[in-house]
């Protein structure tokens, strides 16, 4: 690819060349689960077995890449790889597994994703990993803790779940890499549209490509990218060791929303941008949180690393719990649902559903608390929707 291409076109056409066969515009769906050798050890552009390789999970890997890399001069872009995985858990835990070992240290953001706080709480102690959750907007703190402890790996979530914080990548980064740390972005809310951490100084983009990547509530996947060849070596290594690899179908879906991605995010993030300054003047509300206010406490520094300002809204109801739990189960044109990114607009109650596993903990959410992913659909029927529920 140029190195003047723009997202939009990267979107489209990168690891997706017409098929050289047929002349297809899409890549094919390749189902086979092993592929025939031109003689012993002798491969077809690599292709042995599917668990190791598969040419639409490469089409995938490579699109993502770029998509990641868009804002990377010409010279680095070039060593950025892209690894899919079946799930973002699956790419979560085959990247603790290539960087951590026993007796390393990991700090992650005090309101991470659920599965990452219960991966670092229950799951990373059997390998002797212990971690700290920080509030990684505090740049003081964490300058402490790594002054104090060696710690291996920083994990960086922003826009943050469900609260939205804006964590500074740039910033972090460099304090990390003064320590000695490597530095994850879980960049699943922010989708390679609207933020590109690598380019912002981080060493490893995550995401959850069942989200804006795949964008239509029908695929499970994750991916790990990264800039450095050695890690990316090792990430290979894992990804065919372990063995959790999405299915030609599944990458096939995910390439399919990645076309698509700039322009859905784009109404997405106009939509939230009305959703919020609704829900800002309402009087069942009692805090609204969303980057692109600019009463939101970050909001300067989501000017400077984000395109826009996402499609997540979350709020606080002014009735307490009960009264969140009933607004949430009376929209209509809102379906109460976990996940998030589809083209559809999903509510939830974060306390009781997506962030149950924290409850009591430092990452635990107030109960009081509404998660909206604001879809595509008219934007007048949102607001009305919203409305009515919490007009009771």
């Excluded at 809310?189 to 951490?197: H, I, K, R, V």
């Excluded at 490893?204 to 490509?209: E, N, P, R």
């Excluded at 939230?272 to 300067?300: D, I, M, R, T, Y």
């Excluded at 809204?313 to 009376?330: D, I, L, T, Y």
Aim: aromatic share 6%; glycine share 8%; with cysteine.
């Amino acid at each position: 690819m140029a190195s003047t291409e723009k997202f939009e076109t990267a979107a489209i056409h990168a690891g997706q060349a017409p098929d050289t066969q047929t002349g297809a515009v899409v890549p094919p769906v390749h189902r086979a689960s092993t592929f025939k050798q031109d003689g012993v050890g002798h491969l077809r552009d690599g292709y042995e077995y599917a668990r190791s390789d598969n040419p639409t999970r490469r089409a995938l890997e490579a699109n993502l890449a770029a998509l990641e890399s868009v804002s990377l001069d010409a010279a680095t872009k070039t060593d950025v790889r892209g690894f899919a995985f079946a799930s973002g858990l699956a790419a979560e835990d085959n990247l603790m597994r290539a960087l951590l070992k026993p007796g390393s240290h990991l700090v992650i953001s005090i309101d991470a994703y659920g599965g990452t706080t219960r991966l670092a709480k229950r799951v990373l102690p059997k390998w002797g990993v212990s971690h700290t959750a920080l509030d990684l907007q505090d740049l003081a703190a964490l300058e402490s803790l790594l002054t104090e402890k060696k710690t291996d790996l920083v994990w960086v979530e922003t826009p943050t779940n469900p609260t939205l914080r804006i964590i500074d990548i740039e910033a972090v980064s460099k304090i990390a890499h003064a320590h000695g740390a490597l530095v994850v972005v879980d960049n699943t809310f922010a989708s390679p549209y609207l933020q590109q951490p690598l380019a912002l100084g981080a060493d490893f983009v995550l995401h959850s490509t069942t989200k804006y990547l795949g964008g239509h509530s029908d695929v499970i996947g994750g991916a790990v990218i990264t800039k450095t060849k050695e890690h990316a070596e090792e990430i290979k290594f894992l990804q065919n060791a372990s063995g959790a690899v999405p299915g030609p179908d599944d990458c096939y879906l995910v390439l399919r929303g990645t076309k698509t991605l700039a322009v859905r995010v784009q109404r997405h993030c106009e939509n939230a941008k009305a959703v919020a300054e609704f829900l800002s003047e309402h009087p069942q509300v009692a805090q609204v949180f969303w980057p692109g206010l600019a009463a939101h406490p970050n909001h300067e520094v989501a000017k400077r690393q984000m395109r826009d300002f996402g499609g997540m809204v979350s709020f606080r109801h002014s009735g307490g719990p009960e009264s969140a739990a009933a607004m949430a189960g009376a929209t209509e044109v809102f379906t109460l649902a976990e996940s998030l990114g589809g083209v559809e607009s999903l509510i939830e109650v974060p306390a009781a559903m997506t962030h149950a596993s924290v409850a009591d903990t430092e990452s635990a959410v107030p109960p009081d608390l509404v998660r909206l992913s604001v879809g595509i659909e008219h934007i007048d029927d949102l607001l009305v929707d919203l409305d009515k529920a919490l007009a009771g």
